[in-house]
């Protein structure tokens, strides 16, 4: 079975650029072409036409003597030929000299014949000869009085200038000059070379200029197509790097941006897929975990109030069932942290004002940002409707965001909060003037127990990323070393109500 050939884009419109091409350069070749040869027949024609009113200036003189041979009944026509041609010809071959291969002739309307015919080498065989009356010349008795045109005659092809002559008011006559129409084509033939030349360098020209944009098509597509590649094997380049690295036309420079776009949040989609898969594994094992220890430890905690309020007398004994206490409140607390990674948390499902919990968050926070010399810059929108959500562990996610800003800025900078309505939802920015997230641990940082601090725990990123996700929301950052990171949250809104 024959095998199609593929469908080339880049060669069909090449095609279709050359033949039009060439109907246009065609087209300019062949009006440049008439052009030049109107110009040229018009020069000949009117060196023709010179010739002829110099002989003519001749011949008036001699009118008079002419018309008397013509009209002598004592000679015979043939004669009478020879007697005129004996006293033009010397006349005619004179002026013939003027314009090299062209001929020059007298004919007697009254003898009908040629009765001056030079060069005579070339046209002596013409003399006495009448003309047919499909001949141009005769036609210059009926029509007009001049003829400039290209035409068959007696000599062949040729292009030809004549006009009647005027004898007392009458036509006696008319003169011709021609040249063949080799010598006319023979003076186009380096006007033709020229413009053929013209039109091989456009051509060329135009090809090779297709050629480079055809190629650079190509070449952008396949640039392209090995971005797509290197996203589909996990490891994206960028093609917003790949505009510069490989000099991709300004064209296509929307079209890389918006894949590296789209690659940044394959990339980040991929990563939250495989957080969401690990927290997953973990949420069950920290769910049975926490559901083993939390019975035992509620016994404990239980048998310790007892004996506190069973051994009243003993101070010693009070004291140490209030550390049994303590301590299990503490692993309590601990357990309940541990829910919130596992998503496994009780009475997450009130609606919380956005405003209020930012509010208290701050409130909390204040005295440490002074501290740390941090400037705060807080922008929240009018009536934000509320979220849906656990308001302590949502606290919980402003305080850990807050702390890693102040983190990042030792030695103070500018933290700028904002909460807006957008995108059917409410969205959170934090954004600090700190030393911004390394490229190389930027996919990490959302994975539990990640951190690049001595004393960090890598829990508050992967609690907030398993809280907000659980919400339906997304959380995601933009960093550029040394300038600063901006986290951001989406939280979605259920209840169309708006916060008062
Ligand atoms: P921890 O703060 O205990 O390290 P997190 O989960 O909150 O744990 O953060 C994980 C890591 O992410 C941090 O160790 C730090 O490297 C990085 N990080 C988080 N927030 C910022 C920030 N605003 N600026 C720079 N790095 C940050």
New binding site residues.
């Given amino acids: 079975m024959r095998s199609k050939s593929p469908y080339s884009l880049t060669r069909r419109l090449g095609l279709v650029f050359v033949i039009t091409l060439l109907l246009i350069v065609a087209q300019l070749g062949y009006v440049k072409y008439a052009r030049i040869s109107d110009r040229i027949l018009e020069d000949e024609l009117n060196t023709l036409q010179n010739i002829v009113y110099r002989f003519e200036a001749d011949l008036s003189g001699l009118l008079d003597v002419i018309h008397k041979i013509e009209t002598d009944e004592s000679l015979d026509r043939e004669d009478r030929v020879l007697a005129i041609n004996t006293l033009l010809q010397p006349v005619a071959e004179l002026h013939v000299a003027e314009a090299p291969s062209s001929a020059l002739g007298y004919y007697s309307r009254h003898l009908e014949a040629v009765v001056a015919a030079s060069p005579w080498d070339e046209m002596g065989d013409t003399l006495g000869v009448t003309l047919e009356p499909d001949h141009p010349s005769e036609q210059l008795y009926s029509g007009g009085p001049i003829q400039r045109h290209i035409s068959e005659v007696l000599r062949g092809h040729v292009a030809r200038y004549a006009r009647l002559v005027y004898w007392q008011g009458h036509p006696v006559g008319h003169t011709w000059a021609s040249i063949p129409i080799e010598v006319y084509y023979s003076k186009l033939t380096p006007a033709i070379t020229r413009i053929s030349l013209v039109l091989l360098i456009a051509i060329a020209s135009f090809t090779l200029l297709l050629r480079f944009v055809l190629k650079e098509i190509t070449r952008s597509t396949e640039t392209l197509g090995e971005e797509m590649d290197s996203l589909a094997s996990g490891s994206p380049t960028y093609a917003h790097q790949a505009t510069t690295d490989h000099g991709v036309p300004v064209e296509f420079h929307p079209l890389f941006r918006r894949f590296a776009q789209m690659s940044k949040r394959v990339q980040r989609l991929t990563n939250e897929l495989a957080q969401s898969t690990r927290l997953a594994a973990f949420g069950e094992l920290a769910t049975v975990i926490v559901h083993d220890i939390k019975n035992p430890l509620a016994a404990i905690t239980a048998t310790a109030q007892l004996g506190k309020i069973t051994a009243p007398e003993s101070a010693k004994c009070q004291e140490r069932f209030e550390h049994i206490i303590e301590a299990s409140e503490e692993l309590d607390n601990y357990l309940k942290k541990l829910l919130v990674i596992a998503k496994d948390r009780e009475g997450c499902g009130e609606p919380v004002s956005i405003a209020s919990v930012i509010k208290n968050t701050l409130y909390l926070w204040e005295p440490m940002l002074d501290r740390n010399d941090v400037r705060l810059e807080v922008s929240i929108a009018d009536a934000l409707p509320p979220v849906t959500a656990d308001r302590a562990a949502l606290q919980q996610v402003f305080l ?1 965001l807050l702390k ?2 102040v ?2 800025m030792p030695s103070g900078g500018k933290i700028v909060l904002a909460a807006a309505q957008r995108r059917d939802g409410v969205q959170i920015s934090i954004l ?1 003037t ?4 390394p490229e190389d ?1 930027q996919p990490s ?1 959302f994975e539990k127990f ?4 001595d004393q ?7 609690a907030a990323h398993a809280f907000v996700s659980e919400l339906g929301g997304e959380i995601w950052f933009e960093s550029t070393s040394g300038e600063g ?1 901006t ?1 951001y949250l989406q939280l979605p809104v259920r209840s169309s109500s708006v916060e008062g």
């Avoid at 700190?434 to 997230?437: A, D, F, L, T, V």
């Avoid at 960090?456 to 992967?462: E, I, N």
């Fill in positions: 850990n890693n800003a983190e990042a600090d700190g030393h911004g997230i641990i940082i990640f951190t690049t601090k960090g725990t890598g829990v508050g990123l992967a990171t986290f």
